[in-house]
């Protein structure tokens, strides 16, 4: 009886062993189904949030197509396309092997054109592919209306070959010197407590927007202001967009982005905590870009600190200040918080955009004051505002080392894009090919560029016995008759005759001091003056005949 319980006993601890071994391989699966699914699903979260943050690229390019005049719409637009595909060949050949390659704290050289490259890494690559094209066309708005086309080719592969991919291997990898920072003893009397201390910046306030205004100040100060931007006593001129619609609609897109850029940047959303400090990004996003977009408005109405209107554009400017100026810290602030230093980004974007201003620097877009201003300030607010650690809160050594490493890494920023882009373009202005040539930056840059006008006349009109003419289609309807059309014709070529000779005077006066008197003058308006409805109205054809004035048809 002894022998068959030994025997029992056996088979039974060999069925409990078996058992158990199948349990382990069984839970082994599962944990790695697990982890499958968890990789998949941080994947696919970088994937749409960085379509979300492309989708941006088509925001910036309404928002500055609507910017500019209509003839230089075509070209602002083709340069906004081209950022994507600019990015796309520079940051894959060179951009993110210098970025997140292997190699020291300064300098990646690993992944040349994705070579070794594992394909779980794919998402994390596109994720920052777009990030590298948006810190691109930053730069585009700044230098509209008058930059040549191989000027731009050059200094976007410039900025997402090398200068941002470099900063973001110093900022974004863990073994970059900015974000390793030094260690530094905190322990008080005998005790010990090393503590690492370096630059923070999570969705780029430095890295991206700094980086990018900075260079949008470089590049907009070698190019010149436009052409009767300021005139020859350095009073500012405005010179309008064309499309208020188109500039609020792309404006409108960038926020949507923003969100996706703030939220994304925690680059997963599986780990305990990933879902709740997405949502912490985005509010406080919203809640630094609402306390701008009120702070902006109000200062604008204000007759001492704006023009005493309620602007539209000035305001969606400031409400992207905040959003930039949050992106550092969006993940780590309490919301009140994100709300103050949306209050502040208000005031840093209309002192910088004054600034800007008086030094007759031309920035169409204001790129300098949203970004490299607002960069700046999210930069500094970060170590001040932090949860539990800020200034604010801590008050300590330890608080004012990190608000060290946040300007020692925003003036790195500074200093590394001007190393780069002062020569560039620099350079490029004295082979003169930076700029484009007087008289087609006069006329516009669609036709002789592109040789496709956004708004062709030709395209106007419903077909009904206008044949696309529409201006004379319209007269005729009204019965003014081809004599007025002619008419008409006669009028806005004496018009621009006189617009012509205004553009004269203003340059001579610039040049020389003085107007070219054999050219004649214009007694009655000065050079800086714009063609307004009343001196339409004492236009003259060349045999001296007095023409209507065709604004009052």
């Not at 020859?232 to 923003?258: C, K, M, Q, T, Y």
Request: glycine share 10%.
């Amino acid at each position: 009886m002894s022998m068959m319980g030994d025997v029992n006993v056996t088979m039974m601890g060999d069925v409990n062993v078996t058992e158990l071994q199948l349990q382990i391989v069984s839970l082994q699966a599962t944990a790695a189904q697990v982890k499958n699914i968890a990789e998949n699903l941080d994947q696919f979260f970088l994937l749409i949030m960085a379509l979300l943050i492309y989708f941006m690229q088509g925001g910036f390019a309404l928002l500055e197509a609507g910017s500019v005049r209509s003839k230089n719409t075509t070209n602002i637009l083709i340069k906004n396309l081209l950022d994507t595909f600019v990015a796309g060949i520079s940051y894959w050949l060179i951009g993110y092997p210098l970025a997140h390659g292997e190699y020291n704290n300064f300098v990646g050289a690993t992944y040349w054109a994705s070579y070794d490259l594992p394909l779980t890494s794919f998402a994390f690559w596109f994720f920052h592919f777009v990030f590298a094209a948006t810190a691109a066309t930053i730069v585009s708005g700044a230098m509209a209306e008058r930059c040549d086309f191989i000027a731009y080719l050059m200094y976007s592969s410039v900025i997402t070959a090398v200068v941002y991919p470099i900063v973001t291997h110093w900022a974004w990898t863990s073994d970059g010197w900015l974000s390793k920072g030094l260690e530094y003893d905190l322990g008080s009397g005998n005790t010990t407590n090393l503590v690492s201390i370096g630059y923070e910046d999570f969705a780029g306030s430095g890295v991206v927007h700094l980086l990018g205004g900075t260079a949008a100040f470089i590049g907009a100060f070698f190019l010149g202001p436009r052409i009767g931007r300021f005139a020859p006593d350095g009073n500012s001129e405005a010179i309008r967009g064309h499309s208020v619609p188109l500039a609020a609609l792309g404006g409108f897109i960038l926020i949507f982005g923003f969100f996706a850029f703030n939220g994304g940047s925690q680059a997963s959303i599986t780990a305990p905590g990933d879902g709740a400090v997405v949502a912490l990004a985005m509010v406080n996003t919203v809640l630094s870009a609402t306390a701008a977009a009120f702070v902006t408005l109000i200062l604008n109405k204000s007759k001492h600190l704006g023009n005493g209107k309620w602007s539209l554009l000035i305001t969606l400017n400031g409400s992207l200040a905040g959003m930039v100026a949050i992106c550092a810290g969006c993940n780590a602030l309490h919301p009140w918080s994100a709300v103050i230093i949306g209050v502040i980004a208000a005031f840093s974007y209309r002192v910088w955009s004054s600034l800007v201003e008086a030094w007759n620097i031309d920035d169409p877009l204001d790129a300098v004051a949203v970004h490299g201003g607002g960069g700046l300030w999210g930069v500094i607010a970060l170590p001040i505002f932090k949860k539990e650690t800020g200034i604010i809160f801590a008050w300590d050594k330890a608080s004012f080392l990190r608000l060290g490493w946040s300007l020692a890494g925003g003036v790195s920023i500074i200093v590394w894009t001007s190393l780069w882009l002062v020569p560039l373009f620099g350079s490029l202005k004295l082979l003169k090919l930076l700029r484009v040539p007087e008289d087609i930056e006069r006329k516009g840059l669609d036709i002789p560029k592109h040789d496709e006008p956004a708004y062709p006349t030709e395209a106007y009109g419903h077909g009904w016995g206008e044949k696309g003419d529409a201006l004379k289609g319209l007269m005729k309807s009204a019965g003014a008759g081809t004599g007025l059309f002619n008419l008409s014709m006669r009028s806005h070529q004496a018009e621009d005759q006189l617009q012509t000779k205004l553009e004269l005077r203003e340059q001579q006066l610039r040049t020389h001091g003085a107007p070219d008197t054999t050219r004649g003058s214009v007694p009655s308006i000065s050079a800086s003056t714009p063609i307004t409805t009343s001196s339409r109205s004492n236009l003259v054809d060349s045999n001296g005949t007095s023409l209507p004035d065709m604004t009052r048809l």
